[in-house]
């Protein structure tokens, strides 16, 4: 009679965490932030003004529609080939949003496979996985990546892969240690008492009770692979030319960022924005979720 009780008591604190963080008016706002730049960047065709790959010379470094010589249609102005930077952070708003989300999906799927079965299963399989999180934690994330992209090659699924392939060691030190705290209780022992298999258990038992810290770390570390994508993309070995990408337009304006400041400076705003969009709605969702941080 206990094992259906646990997954009903999961679903009512999970809806009275929901209601905690709508009601932190901040976290929301942020969350609004992130919709809208995740709506620019799926109707990215329909609401950018110009062709973001369209060049033209005669307006070359245009500045801003608000400074002499700019022009109310390219409101941002344009860069060193004439192109708009407005068009363009639209469409770079794909990438980064694409990336971000598919690197989180791929690492939090590997991690909780890998942290349920480190957690539960335990012996051989916990020592070879911890020391497998351990070496992997052992080296800097980013010259990771880079000599990863490096040996690659540069492009959107190499990059997916390199941010990836260390990016799942995070939430599978959690779920291992949620679930090596969830496996000792009632309905667990119970579900093992009736002959539940062990990845019945795993998937259908604990993985449902452990999922809420989870949801946190994976909001909080697509912030973090943003930046990533975007420092790779700055150095070069990113998304490549002419594909629009924040870290390459900020990249593409360093060299005159003192005559034409808007090449650069407004790419970086839209990566400041959105990571501090997504930081401050983790943080309410830390909050909201994470039992340590409530009264």
């Not at 999961?10 to 709506?39: D, G, K």
């Not at 949620?178 to 539940?196: D, I, K, M, S």
């Amino acid at each position: 009679m206990l094992v259906p009780e646990a997954p009903q008591k999961a679903e009512s604190i999970f809806h009275r965490n929901l209601a905690t963080f709508a009601a932190n008016r901040l976290a929301m706002a942020s969350a609004v932030v992130v919709v809208l730049f995740v709506l620019m960047a799926v109707l990215a065709p329909f609401v950018a003004p110009h062709d973001p790959n369209e060049t033209d010379l005669f307006r070359r470094m245009q500045p801003p529609a608000w400074l002499p010589g700019g022009e109310w249609s390219y409101a941002l102005g344009c860069d060193a080939l004439g192109r708009d930077i407005l068009s363009r952070i639209i469409y770079g708003a794909r990438i980064s949003i694409f990336i971000g989300t598919a690197v989180i999906l791929v690492a939090t799927s590997i991690g909780i496979l890998a942290g349920l079965a480190s957690g539960y299963l335990r012996g051989w399989v916990d020592v070879v996985i911890s020391r497998i999180v351990d070496i992997l934690l052992g080296f800097p994330y980013l010259i990771f990546a880079i000599g990863l992209m490096a040996m690659m090659g540069p492009g959107l699924w190499n990059i997916i892969l390199a941010l990836a392939y260390k990016e799942w060691v995070i939430p599978c030190r959690v779920v291992r240690g949620e679930t090596l705290v969830t496996r000792e209780l009632e309905y667990v022992e119970a579900a093992r008492a009736l002959g539940a298999s062990r990845w019945h258990i795993m998937l259908r038992e604990i993985l449902p009770n452990i999922l809420s810290p989870v949801i946190v770390v994976s909001t909080i570390r697509m912030a973090h692979v943003i930046i990533l994508e975007a420092s790779l993309s700055f150095l070069g070995l990113g998304v490549q030319p002419p594909t629009a990408s924040w870290g390459s337009m900020v990249a593409d304006g360093r060299a005159f960022i003192l005559e034409a400041w808007w090449v650069s400076t407004f790419p970086g705003l839209a990566i400041l924005l959105l990571v501090l969009a997504i930081n401050v709605a983790s943080q309410g969702l830390r909050d909201a979720f994470d039992p340590r941080f409530q009264e």
